[in-house]
Structure formats: structure tokens, C-alpha cells
């Protein structure tokens, strides 16, 4: 079934005593950034109140999963040639948001998920830039897509509003001057060829997104879609945070011929790099959602590392090389 996500970022602003910041920045990703997000136990939980000078306690969330969200160009997304004008995208598991940014506003063109693939002729503007609290924003648009072989096409409206402002607290990590952003989006896509009302899909999602000054990417964001269909009803209710300082500086991107200087393969990985035949070197690979799929404790015996790897399926990794216990590098790597 369809899968919509909203990524509606946000900026921070202070409470009484300090000054008013106005972000500019926010959402502004560069290809190569990736950060990682703990997915947590959704049982019990609350996302408080909005308003000013808030203190946003979550400090027991219950971790069960984590996941890695990378932003690439879209001639590396899987699905890229079908969006031209997508200035990056942003990849975590196996879902693809194609965005259409610049330096003041990002919507969203298009997603990709379990083979769906959804466009919007009519982009969804998720924000404008610079933002403060209380700003809001109203933007309608429209989707297509294919499921089981019947064209659908949608046509939705999505507000944006900065509800609260004050102190966000996370198992790891306190920030300050954070803003929240309340997210409502309401769809109704119509099946073609067939008759009402069977032929509708209504979408409803609601989130909660907290921001601040000092990142890009959210610090905590609250996620619930509701689907409705003739075939059957979805719901989804997520929340995850950002572990603080796991934020990967990628320093390359391999392409997908051997001379790279980082190279997966059909049961092969290669390295391509300076070594230190002093130093004690241990890589590892992950795959999209953060889990270990290969790891090797090495010494160099020249500039070429190579090694067995079991046949991965094609998509995007992530290789961490560090020496003598330090991190010296992380590198995104496709395999195709």
C-alpha cells in the first residue's frame, strides 16, 4: 500500500530571557550528509503540549531499532531518472524521498517505497525558508502513482505550524532554543476505472517535529499515518530520535567500477587508500538500516585491501574504517 512520509523540518526559537533566533538553514542538506535515528517503543507515549517555553521530557524512551538516513544524488537513487528536478534525496531503509530544494523552500516531488513509486505534478511544499514560531504554512497538491495495476491519482492539502518552543530532553542529549513543527496533511486519492466509492484512498497523517539551530536534521520526530481503502485500513505510528554525534562526515562516494576507491562486488570488497602498514585497521559495512553486514580487523600490507564478502543485495552501504581504535574515514559505497 502507499506509503507517505512528510518530512517537515523546523527551526528553533528561544524563550523569554534570550533572543529570538530565525533559522535559515534547516532541512538544507548536502549531498553526502547522513545521520543516524533511534526508532523507539511507541507504547504509552505522549508528544506534550505546544506553546511557549515548553520542556519536552523523553528521556524514557525505549530504543528498538535504529535506523541510518542518508541524503544522495538522485542519479544514485534507484528511481532517479524519473525525477529531474530533484535536488537530493533522502534514502533510510528502503524508502526514497525525492526533494525539490533551494534556499527558500523545500517541497517534496516524489517517494519511492517497496517498488511504489508516487509522483506529484503538483509539488507538496512542505516549508518555506527562514521560518520563526507561529509561522504557518498551507500548500495543496497532487499525486500518481500504480498499485496492482490500476492507476490512482490524489490530491491533498498539508499544514504546517510552529506549535511550541523551549527544551527538548533525549535519553543521550539536552537542547535548548528547540521549535516544534505540528504536521497535519489530509489526501483523497481515487482509483481509476473503478466506481465510488471504491475507488477512493483517504490519507491522513499527523506528526510532531522538533528543531533546533545547531542541525540540520530533526532532533525527534513524531510520525502517524492513517490509511483507508477499499482493499484494507493501515496505520503506522512512529517515533525516533537523533543519537547525538552520530552524525557520519562521508569524505567520498564510490562509483560502480572497480577502479573506485571503494568497491563492493559480487562477493568482493575493495579498498583503495594510503595505508599505514603500522596501524591496526578495522572495517564495517552497513547496510541502510544500520545493521552490521560485514566487518574485518586488518594490518595493510600496500594501498590495496581486498576481501570476501557475501553477495549483498544492490543498494546503498556504508563503510567505517578506523585505526588504532580512532575513526578515520566513513564512506557511502552503491552497489548496482
Not at 550528509?33 to 505546544?50: E, L, V
Not at 476505472?193 to 530533526?218: E, T
Request: with cysteine; aromatic share 12%; glycine share 8%.
Amino acid at each position: 500500500m502507499k506509503y507517505v512520509l512528510y518530512f517537515i523540518m523546523m527551526l528553533g526559537i528561544s524563550t523569554i530571557g534570550y533572543a529570538q533566533p530565525t533559522l535559515n538553514n534547516f532541512a538544507n542538506y548536502s549531498i553526502g550528509d547522513s545521520i543516524k535515528y533511534m526508532s523507539c517503543d511507541t507504547a504509552g507515549f505522549s508528544a506534550g503540549s505546544g506553546g511557549a517555553n515548553q520542556t519536552w521530557n523523553f528521556t524514557s524512551l525505549n530504543v528498538v531499532d535504529s535506523l541510518i538516513y542518508a541524503i544522495v544524488h538522485r542519479n544514485s537513487a534507484s528511481n532517479g531518472g524519473q525525477f529531474p528536478n530533484a535536488s537530493f534525496v533522502e534514502v533510510f531503509g528502503t524508502n526514497e524521498v525525492y526533494v525539490e530544494n533551494n534556499a527558500s523552500q523545500y517541497a517534496v516531488g516524489g517517494l519511492s517505497q517497496s517498488g511504489i513509486i508516487i509522483k506529484y505534478p503538483n509539488t507538496q511544499i512542505n516549508y518555506n525558508r527562514p521560518a520563526t514560531y507561529q509561522d504557518t504554512l498551507v500548500d495543496t497538491f497532487t499525486t500518481e502513482y500504480t498499485v496492482m495495476s490500476f492507476n490512482v491519482k490524489g490530491a491533498g492539502v498539508i499544514r504546517t505550524k510552529v506549535d511550541g518552543y523551549g527544551t527538548l530532553v533525549l535519553p543521550d542529549s539536552t537542547y535548548s532554543n528547540v521549535l516544534r513543527f505540528k504536521i497535519e496533511s489530509d489526501e483523497v486519492d481515487t482509483i481509476q476505472g473503478l466506481p465510488a466509492p471504491a475507488n477512493l484512498v483517504l490519507v491522513k497523517a499527523r506528526g510532531y517535529i522538533w528543531f533546533d539551530a545547531k542541525h540540520k536534521g530533526a532532533l525527534m520526530r513524531v510520525d502517524s499515518i492513517d490509511i483507508k481503502s477499499p482493499v484494507q485500513n493501515t496505520t503506522v505510528y512512529t517515533v525516533s530520535y537523533y543519537k547525538a554525534g552520530q552524525a557520519l562526515g562521508v569524505q567520498s562516494i564510490s562509483s560502480f567500477t572497480e577502479d573506485a576507491a571503494c568497491y563492493i562486488g559480487t562477493g568482493v570488497i575493495k579498498i583503495n587508500a594510503p595505508f599505514n602498514s603500522d596501524k591496526e585497521y578495522h572495517l564495517s559495512v552497513y547496510n541502510s538500516s544500520g545493521q552490521v553486514v560485514f566487518s574485518d580487523k586488518f594490518k595493510a600490507t600496500g594501498n590495496l585491501y581486498t576481501n570476501t564478502i557475501s553477495d549483498l543485495p544492490n543498494g546503498l552501504y556504508y563503510m567505517s574504517l578506523s585505526a588504532d581504535n580512532q575513526q578515520i574515514s566513513a564512506i557511502k559505497v552503491y552497489k548496482r
